[in-house]
């Protein structure tokens, strides 16, 4: 199946680039009739009526290319919020961003810069470099952060 998702990868992003929209991520999940080709897509504008419109496309040339032998469901999506990073390319657009990353040793922090072989981030007061082929996983973390406190009537502070 990876031979198939690399035929397919510049096919589909020769297409998205046409449309204007990036090929962030493709990869072939799960088993049996519980497979799904997830695409994932990025660019401005991309919203639920752009990757619906994408989707008809992509299924289209799919069905053309026939790579993919058996059954399995489509699934076009974005990054989102708390989006792994499988890629360079996933860490440079990240630059800036709080991540969490497993493998050799854990770390989570701020990611300050990325390159070919690794990537930087920082953990409080302290830069760490670490090597991509150092890496299970890694991913984004997306901070929720409550609305500040208002002052309410009466110097009493209520939340808002």
Known sequence: MAEAIEQLSPVLGEYLAAEGI???DLELVGFGRNRRLRVVVDG???DLGRIADVSRGISGL???ADLIQGSYALEVTTPGLERKLRTPRHFTKSIGREVVVKGLASHRGILVAADAEGFELTEGDARVRVSYQDVHSASTVFA???SQPKAA???QRAWA
């Open 22 to 24: 990036e090929l962030d």
């Open 144 to 146: 929720w952060e409550p």
């Open 44 to 46: 401005p504008g991309v």
């Open 62 to 64: 799919l069905d053309a």
């Open 153 to 155: 009537k009466g110097g």
